[in-house]
Structures are given as C-alpha cells and as structure tokens.
C-alpha cells in the first residue's frame, strides 16, 4: 500500500492498518533500542509511546505527507523519546562550562565532568577529548547547550542547517566508534 494511501486509512481510524504498521516496524525498532541498554519492558513502553505520536500526529495534520519512510519516521520519534528518557534518568550526568573569547571563533572550550565518573562517563571524557574541534564544538553546542540545529548553523556560520545535521550525525558516530 502506498504511504500516502496508509495515512488517509490511518487518519479513518483502520485498525488493521495500524496492526500492520505496528507489527512491521516493531521487530527492527527493539533491535534499534538495544544500542541505549534499555530494558525490553522500556523499550515496549517507548515503542508504544512512538506508535501514540505517530497516530496523534496524523490525526492532528502535522503529519500530511512523509519526506522520508514510515519506519524513518518511526525510528525518529523513538530516537527522541529514547534520548528524553536517559536525560531524565541522569545516565550520564555531565556539567559543561565554556571559556570562549568569541562566539564565532570558538576555539578554547571544555566539558568538566562531575567528580565521581563511572567507567563508561571517563570513556565518553576520553573519547570526546580524541575528537577533532568542530566535532567537539557541534556536539556541545546540541548536546550539552541545548542548541537546535539552525542555531548552530548561526553560531557555527554554516550556510545550511543541513551540513550540520550530517556533521553531527558523522560526529556522534565517530564519537560511538571511540569508545569501542
């Protein structure tokens, strides 16, 4: 069935249709969800909660038409309900400072962490430490300073809020990778 035939029948309320999206995608979000050490019974719970905003989403408007696939789309809204979680838990409790002479030239910036650091926040120190600067500037900017991606376009005088979304993605993987 076509994307655009699956959000009219989801926004009539077809149950069955709804199974179907459910059952598809549940499979490869668990495996998804596996990388963030959550518990299955999490993981059922964020599931479930991904699959309410789907729906709320279409039958609201804010979801007309997809730019992407349904399981994208899915995987985005779990990513965010994932990232929401661990912040609220405190799994990685981190302060930031920044010692910065200008906004635009960034060049001297740090992240202090708290004095007791488990074995994994230590790797994470050291693994941040290993990345190049721009990688270090854009990740502290989103993750640490709450900046979205246009502000860091600004900030950073990128020409487009897309090259930094793809930076921050190729940062965030190396980051993963260094800390294997």
């Known amino acids: 069935m076509k ?3 699956i959000l009219e029948e989801l926004k009539k309320g077809n149950d069955v249709v709804l ?3 459910y059952l598809d995608y549940k499979k490869p979000f668990f495996n998804y969800a596996k990388k963030f050490n ?3 019974e999490e993981v059922v719970d964020i599931y479930q909660d991904v699959i309410l ?4 989403n279409i039958k609201n408007g804010k979801l007309v038409r997809f730019d992407s696939s349904i399981k994208t789309y899915l995987f985005s809204i779990g990513k965010y309900v994932i990232y929401n979680k661990i912040k609220k838990e405190n799994k990685l409790q981190i302060v930031h400072s920044f010692k910065e002479s200008d906004l635009k030239t960034m060049k001297e910036h740090e992240v202090l962490f708290l004095q007791e650091l488990t ?3 230590q790797l994470l120190k050291k693994s941040f430490g290993l990345l ?3 990688c270090q500037q854009i990740l502290t900017l989103f993750y640490f300073r709450g900046f979205n991606l246009e502000e860091i376009t600004t900030h950073l005088g990128y020409n487009h809020k897309d090259v930094v ?3 921050k993605s190729r940062c965030l993987k190396n980051l993963k990778d260094k800390m294997i």
């Not at 905003?53 to 709320?56: L, P, S, W």
């Open 3 to 5: 994307e655009h035939l």
């Open 19 to 21: 199974e179907k999206i």
């Open 38 to 40: 959550i518990n299955n």
């Open 53 to 56: 905003a789907f729906i709320e």
């Open 119 to 121: 074995n994994k926040q």
């Open 132 to 134: 190049g600067e721009k």
């Open 165 to 167: 979304k793809s930076q």
